[in-house]
C-alpha cells in the first residue's frame, strides 16, 4: 500500500507557538485598565459646573453693609442684566461638558471591560490551539505507525 499523501497540512510549529505567547502577552501588558475618574470626581465636578454670581461682601467697619448694600443695588440695575444670560449660558455648556463627560467615561469603562474580556478569551483560544495542535501531533504520529505497520505487512506477504 502507498503512502498517502497529508491532506491536513502539518501541525503548527512551536515557535508559532511563541509567538503567540508573545502576542497575547503583549495584548495584555497594552489591556490596562484605565485610570479613570471614579463618581465621586464626577460629583465634584458636576457641582463646580454650575457657576453663580456671589453676594457684595465688604471687610469695611460701621459702614460695611452700606458698600455692600449700593454695589448690590449697582450690580442689579447695570450688571445683572447683561450677566445673568452669560451666566446661564455658562451653566448650560458646562451641564452639558459634564454629561459628554460622564458618557465618555462609561463608555471607555465598557470598551475596557470589552477588551479585558476578548484578552481573556485569546487566551483561553490560545491554550486550546495548543491543546489541539499537540493531539494533532499525536494522530499524526499514529497514523505514520500504523502506516509503517501496514507498509510492513504488505512487503511481508510479497505484495504490492
Known amino acids: 500500500m502507498k503512502r498517502r499523501e497529508k491532506e ?4 503548527i510549529p512551536e515557535s508559532q507557538h511563541e509567538k503567540l505567547g508573545q502576542v497575547l502577552d503583549n495584548l495584555r501588558r497594552y489591556t490596562i485598565h484605565l485610570d479613570l475618574p471614579d463618581k465621586s470626581d ?6 463646580m459646573a454650575s ?3 456671589k453676594p457684595f ?8 453693609g452700606l458698600v ?9 440695575i447695570a450688571v445683572k442684566p447683561f450677566v445673568a444670560p452669560l451666566l446661564d449660558q455658562q451653566n448650560d455648556i458646562n451641564k452639558l461638558l459634564v454629561e459628554r463627560f460622564s458618557d ?7 470598551k475596557d471591560q470589552l477588551q479585558s474580556d476578548r484578552v481573556v478569551s485569546m487566551s483561553d483560544s490560545a491554550a ?6 499537540e493531539t494533532f ?9 500504523l502506516e509503517r505497520k501496514d507498509l510492513g505487512q504488505d512487503d511481508g506477504d510479497g505484495q504490492s
Open 8 to 11: 491536513t497540512g502539518q501541525a
Open 42 to 47: 464626577l460629583a465634584q465636578i458636576s457641582a
Open 51 to 53: 457657576v453663580q454670581a
Open 57 to 64: 461682601q465688604s471687610e469695611l467697619p460701621l459702614i460695611g
Open 68 to 76: 455692600a448694600f449700593l454695589r448690590d443695588l449697582w450690580s442689579r
Open 104 to 110: 465618555s467615561i462609561r463608555m471607555l469603562e465598557e
Open 128 to 133: 486550546q490551539i495548543r491543546k489541539l495542535n
Open 137 to 145: 501531533i499525536q494522530l499524526d504520529r499514529r497514523i505514520e505507525l
